[in-house]
Every structure is written in structure tokens, then in C-alpha cells.
């Protein structure tokens, strides 16, 4: 069998293209790579944001820095910050320039859009690759196709799934769409990000806003819920102007819209579904269970597994998170799957009482021990304590 490709991405977004670049950093390894998409081109699709913990290739793309985050919650406002660590913007149009220049100088790499993957097949010492051009064959495939949600299991505040671990174990979907804004008056602070604003009703699930200003006149403006199913496109499009109009921000023109769904779950992702294929990005499980986040964590992933690529035909896929870390996350989303009235209040007080610096690092994955301990103790001890003994029993169960 003649292969086409050492290396084949199904999927040239964020993950794709973040392993191409590190690739390129580690050498290449003399492998041949093509990158496949569906879409015809790119365009400012999304948005990306971190707490800057971490080196990455695409430091030019960010936008904007916000030394100073805002949290509204539990009838209060905290505002925190971190010179060390502020948050970042990067927006997708400039990330996809940098990767896509980057590529562009890399004879071992061939992008094709316009190719959607239909069908892997591992068959042994190759990958057969169904597209809609036609099929291919490759040593190995990195499959950043997004995830079925068809295991997804309705979460009540009574019992989150722990019992079965061939199904979702406890979690939510992070359910957004946000307006870029321009107004008429001075309406924002470019210098303090929200991250969170609970002063919205809470009846269709875990919900705030979450707002990015680029300077007075303009910001990112988001609708952000935790719950089990997205709501209908309308549902945000008039909480948006709600929230709009009770911030006295009444004149303005909506620029761009974005609109996203992330898995936030414990549910045991399969990363290699057999040998010659490996799921990277949010496919490959790496958005944080506890927060969504993803973009640092394709960077670390795409780092360790571009180097394990350059030296080994079929490596084994780097695991996305620590078990400390995916232990914390499945106490924290199940206390909110069971007390989702309490998530305003539990937000404010970790940002109130956990020291900046380790806050930052701790949502960025990025913590000491001694970090997650300083943040664990700013959160409520015993109903914490409880949900630790609790959740560490029903996952034993499952074993």
C-alpha cells in the first residue's frame, strides 16, 4: 500500500494548526504533513483567552491584556488582578495569520481546505482516510473532528452520573454567543475585564456575563450559561440587550458575533481510538472540565506531542491533564451540579480570598500544589470536604 502522507490533521483549527507550529519548532522529524478542513477559508470566528502562564508561538497574536478582572456575585463586586499573570486575548483572525504564515514557510506541510473527513479506518499498517475529495492513506492520523455529545446526560442538581465510566461521568456544556460591540459614549474600562457577572436571572442554568473592553467604546460582550443544552439562538440575542440597556449602554453597533459550545466534563475521553489514530484538541479532551479553558492546554499538548512525532512513527498520546487536577475539577462540577444556586456566591468568594498569582495558575493549569491548596482553602470547607468524600465514592463505584 502506497502511503500519501507520513502525518495526516483531520481539522485545521486550533489544535491543528497549533501542532503544525510546534512541529515546525521541534524540527519536523523528516515527516510529511497535510492538513485537511472543511472550511473554504478563515476569518474571525472566535475567541481565545488565557491568563499569560505559559510561553507559547502565538504571543503576537494577542490583542489585548487585562491586569485587573472583575467578578459580580453574591450581592458584591471583587476586583482582582495580576501583573504577573493578566489576562490575554487572542483573536482568531490573528492567530490563524501567525499559523498560517508559519505553514506557509514549511515545504513538509500542505494545507487543503475545503476537505471534510468522513471516515477513519485504521487498517493495521495505515490509516484509510474517506474525504469528500476522495481517499487517502496515512501512517498516522491526529483527529481534531469536534466530539459527539450523544452520551450527554441531562445533570440535575439531585445526582451527577459518577456510576457508569463508559458515560458521562459529571459535568455541563459552556453554552455562550457574544456581541462585539461599538457604542456612541465612553461605556467601558479597557483596563478591568469581567469575568463574570451573575446579576442575570439564573433560572435556565448557571448564568452570567462576561465582558472583554478594548477601550471605552468598544468590547467583547458574552452570555455565558452552564447547563445541559444550549437555548435558542433569540435567548441570547435578548439577554445581550438586557444586559446592555441596564448598564446604560444604549447606542451602539454590533460589529461581530461569535458563538461557541465547550464541553465542561469528567467523562474519560478514548485519545487513541486505535494505534495510527490520536485525538487532539477539544476532541482529545482538552478543555478543563472546571472552567472550559483550552487554548493553553492545546499548546502544551501540541508541545509534547510534536516532539514525541519527530522522533517515533505512532507515539503514544500525551495524557491532557494531571490526576490532581481532574480530581479537583469532578469535586468542583459536581458541588455546582448539585447546588447551582450557590455558583454566584462560591465564584465571588474564590476570587475574594484566593491570592491572585495562584488563582491565575490554577485556572491555567499551570499550579503547584501549594497553589490549589491556597485556592481550595478560599472556597467553603465543609460542604467542599463532604463533596470530596462523597464524589470519591460514587467514583470508586464505578470502577
Avoid at 295 to 320: C, D, K
Wanted: contains cysteine.
Amino acid at each position: 500500500m502506497t502511503v500519501d502522507h507520513d502525518i495526516v490533521v483531520a481539522g485545521a483549527g486550533c489544535a491543528g494548526l497549533s501542532l503544525a507550529v510546534h512541529m515546525i519548532e521541534a524540527g519536523m522529524g523528516g515527516r510529511r504533513v497535510l492538513l485537511l478542513d472543511p472550511r473554504e477559508g478563515y476569518s474571525r470566528d472566535r475567541t481565545w483567552c488565557a491568563f499569560r502562564t505559559l510561553n507559547h508561538p502565538f504571543a503576537r497574536a494577542v490583542s489585548h491584556r487585562w491586569p485587573r478582572w472583575l467578578v459580580h456575585g453574591g450581592g458584591r463586586s471583587v476586583e482582582r488582578g495580576s501583573a504577573l499573570h493578566p489576562y490575554e486575548h487572542i483573536p482568531a483572525d490573528a492567530f490563524y495569520r501567525e499559523a498560517l504564515a508559519r505553514i506557509d514557510r514549511e515545504p513538509a506541510i500542505t494545507l487543503e481546505l475545503g476537505t471534510r473527513v468522513e471516515s477513519l479506518e485504521d487498517r493495521g499498517d495505515h490509516v484509510h482516510i474517506r474525504t469528500n475529495r476522495g481517499d487517502l492513506h496515512a501512517r498516522l492520523v491526529l483527529d481534531s473532528r469536534p466530539p459527539r455529545r450523544d452520551g450527554l446526560k441531562k445533570l440535575s442538581s439531585a445526582e451527577p452520573n459518577f456510576l457508569s465510566p463508559s458515560l458521562f461521568e459529571v459535568g455541563f456544556l459552556q453554552c455562550f454567543a457574544g456581541w462585539r460591540i461599538r457604542a456612541e459614549e465612553p461605556c467601558f474600562d479597557p483596563g478591568v475585564c469581567t469575568m463574570m457577572d451573575f446579576g442575570v436571572d439564573q433560572r435556565d442554568g448557571i448564568h452570567f456575563v462576561y465582558v472583554l473592553p478594548f477601550s471605552e467604546h468598544d468590547a467583547l460582550v458574552e452570555d455565558t450559561f452552564f447547563r445541559a443544552e444550549p437555548l435558542p439562538d433569540e435567548a441570547y440575542e435578548e439577554n445581550l440587550a438586557a444586559w446592555l440597556a441596564r448598564h446604560g449602554v444604549e447606542r451602539y453597533e454590533v460589529i461581530d458575533r461569535e458563538r461557541g459550545v465547550l464541553p465542561m466534563t469528567t467523562e474519560r475521553i478514548e485519545l487513541a481510538p486505535s494505534p495510527r489514530v490520536i485525538r487532539i484538541g477539544l476532541a482529545g479532551g482538552l478543555a478543563r472540565p472546571a472552567t472550559g479553558y483550552a487554548f493553553l492546554a492545546i499548546q502544551r499538548h501540541s508541545r509534547t506531542l510534536a516532539q514525541r512525532l519527530v522522533h517515533g512513527e505512532a507515539p503514544a498520546p500525551p495524557f491532557p491533564r494531571t490526576a490532581r487536577t481532574l480530581f479537583l475539577d469532578r469535586i468542583f462540577l459536581s458541588y455546582l451540579a448539585r447546588h447551582p444556586d450557590r455558583a454566584p456566591e462560591l465564584f465571588a468568594t474564590m476570587f475574594e480570598r484566593a491570592p491572585p498569582d495562584a488563582l491565575a495558575r490554577f485556572l491555567s493549569e499551570a499550579s503547584s500544589l501549594r497553589d490549589d491548596l491556597r485556592v481550595m482553602s478560599a472556597l467553603p470547607a465543609l460542604p467542599f470536604a463532604t463533596e470530596a468524600v462523597r464524589s470519591s465514592r460514587l467514583w470508586m463505584r464505578a470502577r
